[in-house]
C-alpha cells in the first residue's frame, strides 16, 4: 500500500486538512507508504515542503510540483499533474482533503485515470472500505472500492483529527524531491484564466478548524446584529457560521454557512443562537463535540440535538454571555 | 450556441428518508421524486442565458430508469427547447459512467457549454461535472455562484464559492459549469408550458447506442441510520449554561 497525499500549503505550511489527509491515510494502514504532493511556485513552496517533510513521522517522501502554472488551484493544472504523478508514482491510494480545493481537482483526476473516486469518506475500515454520508448525513452508506488502482478518496477532515503529538516536529525529516514536469500534458491548459480570489481577511479562526463555532440564524433579524455575534466570537476565540437561512436573507456572505450545502464542522463546542435546526443545517454540525442552542421557540428541532438548551430571547442572552462568559486565555 | 444541461430525479428534498429495514438502501417507492435543486438552478441558468440572446437552444439530458422522462417534461415545462433521456436501466450508474454518456452525447449535440448542479441531493458525490470536464479536456468552473458570458470573446466568466471567499475564472468555450445554490432562483413551469411541454420530443438512447460501457468499480455493502444525539438538558439561566460548560462539559 502506497498512497499520494494531495496538498494544500499556505504562507510556507502545509494545510491543517492536508494533515488529516495524511492522517487518513495512517487509517488505511500503519504500513502505508505515504508521499504528499506539493506544487505551486515562490519560496513559500520550499518553506512548505520543509514544513510537510516534518510534519508527521509516517511521511517518507515530499514531492514537489514547481511551476508557475500551478501558481492558482486550477483543475485543468492540477488533475493533469496527478494524473502524471500517479503515472510515475503507481500509487494504490491517492487521497485529498474534501474542501473547494479537493472537490475540484480530484474527481477531474479521476476521470482522467478511469476509476471511480469516493466523495467524503468519514470513516475508513479497511484499505478498500469506507463509510461516507448520503442524503445530507440522514444516511451513512458503507461502500467497498472493487476497481483498480489508484483508489481515489477525498476525506471529512473533522473524521480525521489531527493527533497532538505532531506538534513537535520530527527530526529524520521525509525526503524532499521534485517532480520531472517535462512531459506534463499540457492540452488542456490555457483554457482558463484564474482572475481573483475575493476573501473575508479575518483575524479569526478558519470555520472548518476552529475549536469554538458561534453560529447565527434567522433568528438573529439582521446583518447588523451578527455584530453581536462577531462580539462573543472574538470573546471565545470562535468562528462565526450561519445557517442557510441567514445566507440567504443576506446577513452574511455564503461561506459561513454551515450544513450540506456549506461548511460541515465538528468543533469542541458548537453554540446557536437563533437557529431552528433544519435537516439540512443539522448535516453541518451535528458531529460537533457539545452543541449549545439558544432559541426563544422551545419546540425547535435544534433542541432535539443540544446537549444544553436555553429557551430565551437571544438579544438578551448574548450580551449576558459577553459578560459572564470567562476570557480566553 | 447550444447549450446542454444534465438534470437527475431525486428524492424531493422536503421528504425526510428512511434507511430500508435490510440496510440495502433508503425507501425510495411511494416517495416523492422530483428534480435535483442543484439541477433545476443549472437549467434556470441555461435559460437566463438563452433568453439572453447568448444561446439559442436549451437541451435537457438524463441518465437513469424510464421513470426519469418525467423529471424531463418538467425541465421542457420550464423551457428547455428539447430533451434526451438515456435510459440506463434501474441499476443506479455512477458518476464515472454518466460522465461518459454526457461526453458521448457532447460529441451528438456539440454544446459550446454543458451545465450540471455541483451535486445531487441523494448520494451527495459532487464529481460529475469535473469528470466529464476532465474527459472532455473542457476547462471547468465549478461551484458557481456568477456566470457572465461574453458571446463575441466566446469566454464565460465564472464566479465560484470557494473556502474562505470568492474566486472568478475566465473559462474559453466550450466549457463545463456546475452550480452552486446562490447562482439564481429558478422558475416554477406555468400551466400552460406544462401542457406545451407534453408535445416537445424526447430522444432516447441506451448506453450501448453511445458506445459507453457501465463500469461498476465501487459496491454499496450497506446503508444504515446514523447513530442518534440524545436530547439534552434545558437550563434556566446564563448563569447555569456557563456553570455547565465550565464545570460539566469542560469546553470553556
Known amino acids: 500500500i502506497s498512497t499520494l497525499v494531495v496538498a494544500e500549503h499556505d504562507g510556507g505550511s502545509i494545510k491543517p486538512s492536508s494533515l488529516s489527509a495524511v492522517e ?43 511551476a508557475d502554472i500551478l501558481m492558482h488551484p486550477l483543475a485543468e493544472t492540477w488533475a493533469e499533474l496527478v494524473h502524471l504523478v500517479q503515472q510515475k508514482g503507481g500509487y494504490s491510494h491517492i487521497i485529498t482533503a474534501s474542501n473547494s480545493f479537493g472537490k475540484n481537482i480530484l474527481p477531474r483526476a479521476a476521470a482522467l485515470l478511469d476509476v471511480s473516486p469516493v466523495t467524503d469518506i468519514t470513516e475508513i475500515s479497511e484499505p478498500h472500505l469506507f463509510v461516507r454520508p448520503i442524503y445530507a448525513g440522514n444516511a451513512l452508506c458503507t461502500v467497498r472500492y472493487v476497481g483498480k488502482d489508484p483508489c481515489m478518496m477525498t476525506i471529512r477532515s473533522t473524521s480525521f483529527p489531527l493527533h497532538s ?16 514536469l517535462s512531459t506534463f500534458n499540457e492540452e488542456s491548459f490555457g483554457k482558463s484564466r484564474w482572475l481573483k480570489l475575493a476573501s473575508q481577511d479575518t483575524e479569526r479562526p478558519d470555520l472548518g478548524n476552529a475549536h469554538v463555532v458561534v453560529t447565527g440564524g434567522r433568528g438573529l433579524k439582521s446583518a447588523e446584529n451578527f455584530k ?36 460541515i464542522v465538528a468543533p469542541e463546542l458548537y453554540m ?20 449549545v442552542a439558544i432559541n426563544k421557540d422551545a419546540d425547535a428541532p435544534i433542541f432535539q440535538v443540544a446537549d444544553y438548551g436555553l429557551v430565551a430571547d437571544l438579544f438578551d442572552v448574548i450580551p449576558e454571555l459577553l459578560e459572564k462568559l470567562p476570557e480566553k486565555k | 450556441m447550444k447549450i446542454l444541461v444534465a438534470v437527475k430525479r431525486v428524492v424531493d428534498y422536503a421528504v425526510k428518508v428512511r434507511v430500508k429495514p435490510d440496510k440495502s438502501g433508503v425507501e425510495t417507492s411511494n416517495v416523492k421524486m422530483s428534480m435535483n435543486p442543484f439541477c433545476e438552478i443549472a437549467l434556470e441558468e441555461a435559460l437566463r442565458i438563452r433568453e439572453s440572446g447568448a444561446a439559442d437552444e436549451v437541451v435537457a439530458v438524463t441518465v437513469g430508469p424510464a421513470q426519469c422522462a418525467d423529471t424531463l417534461r418538467t425541465a421542457l415545462a420550464m423551457g428547455a427547447d428539447r430533451a434526451v433521456h438515456v435510459d440506463a436501466g434501474a441499476a443506479p450508474v455512477l458518476p464515472l459512467s454518466v460522465s461518459k454518456i454526457l461526453r458521448a452525447l457532447v460529441q451528438v449535440e456539440q454544446p459550446g457549454l454543458l451545465i450540471l448542479g455541483k451535486q445531487a441531493i441523494d448520494d451527495d458525490c459532487n464529481q460529475t461535472g469535473q ?45 463545463v459549469i456546475t452550480t452552486d445554490l446562490r447562482l439564481n432562483q429558478p422558475r416554477y413551469a406555468t400551466l400552460p408550458n406544462i401542457m406545451k411541454a407534453k408535445s416537445k420530443v424526447i430522444k432516447k438512447f441506451t448506453p450501448e447506442e453511445l458506445n459507453v460501457e457501465i463500469k461498476s468499480d465501487l459496491e454499496v455493502v450497506q446503508v444504515t441510520e446514523p447513530p442518534k444525539r440524545k436530547a439534552g438538558v434545558i437550563v434556566s439561566s446564563v448563569d447555569e449554561l456557563v456553570d455547565k460548560l465550565k464545570n460539566e462539559a469542560r469546553v470553556l
Request: hydrophobic residues 45%; aromatic residues 2%.
Open chain 1, 272 to 291: 446557536a443562537f437563533g437557529v431552528s435546526g433544519a435537516i439540512q443545517h443539522l448535516a453541518g454540525m451535528r458531529d460537533s463535540k457539545v452543541i
Open chain 1, 165 to 180: 503529538d505532531l506538534a513537535e516536529p520530527k527530526s529524520d525529516a521525509a525526503t524532499i524531491s521534485q517532480v520531472d
Open chain 1, 24 to 66: 487518513a491515510a495512517v487509517a488505511i494502514s500503519r504500513e502505508n507508504s505515504i508521499s504528499v504532493l506539493l506544487g505551486g511556485s515562490g519560496p513559500n513552496l520550499g518553506k512548505a515542503a520543509l514544513h510537510a517533510a516534518s510534519s508527521h513521522p509516517l511521511i517518507s517522501q515530499v514531492l514537489v510540483a514547481d
Open chain 2, 131 to 175: 469528470m466529464v470536464a476532465g474527459l472532455l479536456k473542457w476547462p471547468q468552473g465549478t461551484f458557481a455562484s456568477k456566470v457572465v458570458l461574453d458571446k463575441a470573446k466566446q469566454v464565460a466568466t465564472v464566479e465560484r464559492e470557494v473556502d474562505g471567499g470568492l474566486e472568478t475564472l475566465c473559462l474559453d468555450l466550450p466549457a
Open chain 1, 228 to 263: 453581536l455575534l462577531e462580539k462573543l466570537a472574538e470573546k471565545l476565540g470562535a468562528a462565526v457560521g450561519a445557517t442557510r437561512a441567514a445566507v440567504d436573507a443576506g446577513f452574511v456572505p455564503n461561506d459561513l454557512q454551515v450544513g450540506q450545502t456549506g461548511k
